[in-house]
Structures are given as C-alpha cells and as structure tokens.
C-alpha cells in the first residue's frame, strides 16, 4: 500500500463509509489549505453577520457575536454540503463558496425571524423624555391629527399629514410621533381632535386613527404601528398626548392620498422632515432598501404610473 506523508494515499474500496461517502485524507496540503482558508472564511462570516445587522436595523437587535456565530456555522454547513457532493471541491472552488453564502443566509434569516417574535418589546420612553428631546430623525411632533388650529375646524388636509409622517418612518429607520405636541414642543393635548370623534375619549380617537391609517396605508402597513396614550394637564384640562411608534416596514409602504385610485405616493423620512419620491427616485430607493422585493415592487409602482398617465394597468 502506498504512503505518502504518514498517511494512506489510496484506500481499498472496502474500506469506504458505509454511507458511500469517501474516507477523508490528511496530508500536508490539506492542513495548509486549512491554514490559510479558516482565517478567511472567519472574516468572510463577520463580513456577513456584519452585513445582516445592517438589514435589519430596527427591526431586530443582533449582537454581532450571535450573526458571526451563526454565519459561521452557515459557512461550515455550505462547505460541508459542497464536500459531500463533489469530493474533489476545495474550499475556493465557486460551488462550494455560493453554498457557503446560501446556507449562511439561510440560517441569519431564520434566526432573525426567530428573535424578532422572542424578543421582548423595548420598553417606550416616557414622553415627556421624548419631547425634551426635540424633533429628529426618529421623532416628530404634530399638534393634532384632525383639528386645523389655525379655522378651527376639522381638516382633512391635517390628517393626511399624520399619514404622511407615518409612511415616512415605516419606510426609514423606523421612529416616534407624538400627536399633541406642537413643533415648539409645547403640550397641546387632544381635546380639539376628540371634538371631532364620535365619543371624546382616547379609545375612540385610536380607533379612527387606525381605521384612518388602514384605508391611507393598508391593512398591512396599519397593523405594524403601535399606539398609546400619556395622560397630561393642559391649562388645568386633563387630556392626553397620543403616540405613534412605527418600525422599519420590511417592505415599501405607499400612501394613497385620495379616494378614486388617486396615484399612490412614496414617503421617506430625511433628516427630520417627510419628503415624497419621485417615480424614479422611489424605484431607485426601493431598489436599495428592499432588493429581495424589487420585482413585485416595481410591478406595483408601474401599475400606479400607469394610472396616474390614464392608462389601463
């Protein structure tokens, strides 16, 4: 039998696994190439772990030691997989590294999905914190969602902007609006948008604003927004200052601001105001942020082009 190394250089057949799997040999090129492709590959699964934190930003917490971990049981597997089916593979070889990603993605998806239902909710910082904070990025403040301060009646035109700044935070970062609070950061309460509900009470308020969200959102982008109320005194008055916690949507959220299949629009949060996207600007946008989507994402943006140009979709 030929040595080679200290080690059998060829096998009789009889002594194959059981499980038709060739017996794996050990010589110095093999634990050269191990050498040199553990440290990589190890950068490789922080690289992916890294990458997959990235993507999920407020949607989930992920400790970059849990998405290493896990992308590198990812690469082991995907190595693995790609050993067993082709027995003369090395770890360079582009079947064995698409399995490796494939298998790593895997894994950070289902690993993800697992804790975004196991983790506890963060707890909500007290308002009153929040408005000390000022406006930014993740925090808007709106005096009322129905009531025009300025005629003193109900306008609808207020009450698109609250959809507005909502569709903006699902489709950023994520982030808080206070209804109640006027952009000095004064406490203005509900008391005028509860004149114009049906019974004057935070109950019936949030039930018309969820009812107001789903028919300006969809039932979908509607149901991922949380919201509750702090009691506050305003000029001796008891009320309350509503508010509106929205994640990062894991898909585009688009605003129809009318009824009779008005055009639906995109709305981002920049800095700390809500812009609208253009029809290119909003592909491009949605492209980047949600690329696993962009098929059916494009498809629905052409169908709302063509109804705003008057064309059948």
């Known amino acids: 039998m030929i040595m080679r190394n200290g080690y059998e250089a060829a096998r009789p057949p009889e002594e194959r696994s059981r499980l038709g799997c060739p017996i794996v040999e050990f010589g110095q090129d093999s634990v050269i190439a191990i050498a040199v492709a553990l440290p990589v590959w190890l950068l490789v699964a922080y690289l992916i772990g890294q990458l997959a934190r990235w993507l999920l930003r407020g949607r989930v917490s992920l400790s970059t030691s849990s998405t290493t971990v896990i992308a590198v049981l990812g690469v082991s597997g995907g190595m693995l997989i790609g050993g067993l089916i082709d027995s003369a593979s090395n770890p360079w070889s582009l079947r ?6 494939l298998v790593t993605t895997a894994l950070l998806a289902m690993f993800a999905a697992v804790a975004a239902r196991l983790q506890p909710p963060r707890p909500a910082e007290p308002v009153q914190e929040l408005i000390r904070r000022g406006e930014s990025d993740r925090l808007e403040f709106k005096s009322s969602a129905r009531w025009n301060l300025h005629t003193k009646a109900r306008d609808e035109r207020i009450e698109l902007v609250i959809a507005k700044a909502v569709s903006g935070f699902l489709n950023s970062d994520g982030g808080t609006l206070l209804i109640g609070v006027n952009d000095a950061g004064d406490v203005i309460g509900l008391a005028n948008d509860f004149t114009v509900v049906k019974s004057p009470d935070a109950d019936r308020f949030e039930l018309w ?9 969809g039932q979908t982008a509607a149901g991922q927004v949380v919201i509750d109320f702090t009691p506050v005194t305003v000029d001796g008055a008891d009320t309350y200052v509503c508010r509106v916690t929205c994640p990062a949507s894991p898909r585009p959220v688009f605003l129809r601001p009318g009824k009779g299949g008005a055009v639906s629009e995109l709305w981002v949060r920049i800095g700390n105001s809500t812009r609208q996207l253009k029809v290119d600007e909003a592909v491009d946008y949605v492209m980047h942020r949600w690329p696993l989507g962009v098929g059916r994402t494009l498809s629905a943006q052409l169908r709302a082009a063509a109804r705003g140009s008057g064309t059948a979709a």
């Open 209 to 217: 604003l969820r009812d107001y969200l789903a028919t300006a959102l």
């Open 96 to 101: 064995v590294v698409l399995l490796a990603v």
